[in-house]
């Protein structure tokens, strides 16, 4: 089947691997070893007014302060937690990094390889106490977040017309006839990447966000076990709605953001009318439209009501990141962070992100309808709860989002969830 | 040294720089003269082969047995891969490898993918180098044409068939188009398809290279043998049966050596094809694919670590038992003595 040569190659590519690791890591080095006022910051922003965005408020920030240079330095999303965790093992790290929050956050506070924010008051009124308590361990902030994610579903207010859809639903019932409408007018309604996992996942995060109190979801997080029959009830509520085939053909193959075939290209194409996503899928849909332009007819609804559910009907999901300062970055490192959150820097971030900024003055620059509903919701909600892999950490989160695509195969059931995540913690 | 061959003077005493330095220091007997010279040679033959295989031994140490011992490390701790690891956890991770229903389902998907692609790829490849043997019209095509999968990479070849094996793919649209729509399915995801959806691609991808071998083994053949054969009055069927096989023995040993510890750690094709959560469902998962899922994306270095040792003694054994067993007449003297 394979030939011995195999090795070789395995070894040479690990080589080049181990080069430019070493490159790479040798360039996030000048922040912690020169002090000479030079921070170097790793973001996942490629190309586009995103990654602008970072040039421009280096400049800025370069103005207001010519004794400090910020270095932006882009690295391709995938590879990021890679070369971060190597970054950051051999003490070579960037000053400023993306930071995914959760379970990897709290892997960096453990190894001490980052430092707590010493914020100031007007530093809190920028941010909002909301968004910093996703991103504090132990009543201390770890993570500057800048923008708040919230998650709900995406729709193509044209597909919805053409089926005769009136309005957006709002509870599981609704949401079941809309499928069945969708289905007569020969679209997926609601398109899954389950081949990534997260995704498919994501709708049981929401089920059981609806199904368990706040209290129970929080109490979990802490002893890691799921005891509570609402964990079992959300899987099952997963397992009903599954029952109504709403998802496309071919659901458990297909990606997220890959092409035309992957769940977002297929919302980019009119080809699924529904995607239950985080705040970014705008951005990766109108990469995927045939003029790629943003949709025009993009709308958002946020996740419908459960009946009996122990959590409240408006409590929403979202992630929380943010950007971390590694443990031996310079104080100008925390003053450019203190900058970005500041109105006029969040404006053009929420701009170039299509996102909704952390601060409530920059809020105004929202124009988008699918973020006006977003941010609406946001503001109404009377908790938001991060996802679930990232609060459980990412060893118990992994497990979860297996034994979701397992449910979705028809291979395990609700109840296999609470004990599958069960076994999951024993091993980490 | 002052000279390069360390010739010897005439009356039998090595030259040396000083005359008859070393005969009064050392109360060795002086050596027989050709032993010396004998020995000379053999400690510069000595230097030559360390100076020149240092770098490959360099370089196998520093990317192969350390890495492994470094796994093997990991293996004993709960690590999560940032900073040092801290928490010993002694054989904790292998019990809970060992007891993991889902290695065990990998374990077996490892054993049905070793068991099937023996069964299904060695006969055909010496039907087909059988047949490529043969004086046939357009046999250099067809060579090409089932050695071409091979040559590609397992990434694009992966990704070709992903995308024509999707539901609403190329391939069930073929079928809809020749009107044989009934036969249309779900060829990745469906858990009773996808092991043989898997095999399909793995025959197709592999077969080239083991009718490479058969080919040479059969080229290796003396002609004069298949004469005398004719000559006896053997049929096709009985030439091929016990003079063709037979010496073809060794090489189809080595292909089925290569296949095993292939299919013990296939990984790249599944990965494309049906990642490392829709695998587990479909059943097309490997011990490669677990240890990645359990390891690297739960977060759990010294659990991945501990699965890379268990992965690593497996094939380990499997080796040395096929070894002893199996290639012990092939591989007897092979390996020569280094002699002077």
């Known amino acids: 089947m394979m030939r011995k040569t195999r090795c070789a190659t395995a070894a040479a590519i690990g080589l080049c691997i181990a080069l430019a690791a070493a490159g790479c ?11 000479q006022g030079t921070v170097t910051l790793w973001t996942n922003a490629m190309e586009g007014r995103g990654a602008q965005y970072w040039k421009d408020a280096a400049k800025a920030y370069h103005a207001l302060h010519p004794d400090v240079a910020i270095k932006i330095q882009s690295v391709q999303n995938e590879d990021l937690d890679g070369k971060l965790q190597n970054a950051l093992n051999s ?35 920028n941010v909002g106490e909301a968004a910093l308590e996703g ?74 966000l609806r199904e368990c109190s706040q209290e129970s979801t929080q109490e979990a997080a802490k002893s890691l076990t799921f005891d509570d029959p609402c964990w079992t009830s959300a899987g099952e509520d997963l397992a009903e709605l599954l029952e109504t085939e709403p998802f496309q053909k071919g659901f458990l193959t297909a990606t ?31 990469d995927l439209t045939p003029d790629k332009k943003p949709l025009p007819d993009l709308g958002w609804f946020p996740f419908p009501a459960v009946p009996g559910g122990k959590g409240d009907p408006t409590a929403i999901m979202g992630g929380a990141g943010g950007y971390s300062l590694s443990k031996n970055a310079p104080k100008e490192a925390l003053g450019f962070l203190q900058f970005v959150v500041t109105k006029e820097q969040q404006e053009a971030y929420a701009e170039a992100f299509d996102t909704i900024p952390v601060n409530k003055e920059a809020q105004g620059v929202v124009t988008e309808p699918y973020n006006i509903s977003a941010l609406q919701a946001f503001n109404k909600a009377a908790y938001s709860m991060q996802f679930l892999d990232t609060v459980y950490g990412q060893n118990v989160g992994n497990a979860m989002n297996i034994a979701v695509v397992n449910l979705m195969a028809g291979k395990g059931s609700a109840t296999d969830i609470a004990k599958d995540v069960k076994a999951a913690a024993e091993k980490g | 040294m002052s000279d390069t061959l360390g010739t010897d003077t005439a009356d039998g005493r090595q030259s040396q720089g000083t ?48 890495p492994v011992a470094l796994a093997a490390y990991y293996g004993f701790y709960q690590w999560k891969g940032y900073g040092e690891p801290t ?10 490898i060992l007891t993991d229903p889902a290695f065990h389902d990998v374990l077996w998907h490892n054993g049905l993918i070793l068991v099937l692609s023996l069964v299904i790829q060695g006969p055909l490849a010496i039907v087909l180098a059988l047949l490529l043997n043969q004086k046939i019209r357009g046999r250099s095509t067809i060579r090409v044409l089932i050695f071409v999968p091979y040559i590609i990479s397992e990434v694009i070849v992966g990704t070709g068939w992903s995308l024509m094996l999707q539901s ?16 249309e399915a779900d060829w990745i995801a469906d858990p009773d398809l996808a ?6 691609i793995i025959t197709w991808k592999y077969i080239g290279f083991a009718v490479i071998l058969m080919l040479a083994g059969l080229q290796s053949i003396p002609d004069e043998i298949f004469e005398a054969a004719q000559i006896d009055g053997a049929s096709y069927w009985q030439i091929q049966r016990r003079i063709t096989l037979p010496l073809l023995g060794p090489t189809i040993r080595i292909w089925a050596f290569l296949s095993i510890i292939g299919s013990l750690q296939l990984f790249d094709l599944v990965y494309i094809i049906w990642g490392q959560y829709v695998s587990g469902t479909a059943g097309t998962s490997t011990m490669a694919i677990y240890m990645l899922a359990q390891g690297r994306n739960a977060g759990n270095y010294g659990y991945g670590s501990a699965v890379a040792v268990v992965m690593f003694v497996i094939s380990l054994i499997v080796a040395l038992i096929y070894q002893r067993f199996v290639l012990r007449r092939d591989l007897r003297g092979a390996v020569t003595e280094g002699t002077v």
């Open chain 1, 25 to 35: 890591a040798g360039g996030g080095d000048s922040s912690s070893s020169d002090g």
């Open chain 1, 91 to 125: 003490n070579s790290a960037p000053g400023i990094f993306l930071q995914r929050g959760g379970g990897k956050m709290q892997a960096m506070v453990n190894a001490g390889q980052i430092q707590a924010l010493e914020l100031a008051d007007t530093d809190k009124a």
């Open chain 1, 135 to 208: 991103v504090s361990i132990d009543g201390k902030v770890y993570a500057m977040p800048l923008d708040t994610q919230p998650e709900g579903i995406y729709y193509s207010e044209d597909l919805f017309k053409k089926a005769g859809i009136t309005s957006a639903p709002t509870t599981m019932d609704e949401l079941k006839d809309a499928v069945a409408k969708l289905k007569a007018i020969k679209v997926a309604p609601i398109a899954v990447g389950a081949k990534d996992a997260w995704p498919a996942a994501h709708w049981y995060y929401n089920f059981a």
């Open chain 1, 256 to 286: 997220s953001q890959q092409g035309a075939g992957s769940s977002a290209g297929m919302i980019a194409n009119h080809k699924a009318a529904m995607e239950l996503m985080g705040n970014w899928d705008p951005g990766v849909i109108a």
């Open chain 2, 19 to 66: 005359p008859g330095a070393g005969d009064a220091a050392t109360s060795v007997p002086p050596a027989p003269p050709r032993a010396a010279a004998h020995r000379r040679g053999r400690a510069r033959m000595r230097l030559e082969i360390a100076v020149l295989s240092a770098p490959a031994i360099i370089t196998f140490l520093a990317f192969v047995i350390f």
């Open chain 2, 87 to 96: 928490d010993w956890v002694g054989l904790n991770n292998y019990k809970l």
């Open chain 2, 168 to 183: 609403n793919g190329a391939g069930n649209d073929l079928l809809h188009r020749i009107g044989l729509g009934s036969l």
């Open chain 2, 195 to 200: 092991i043989w959806t898997l095999m399909a």
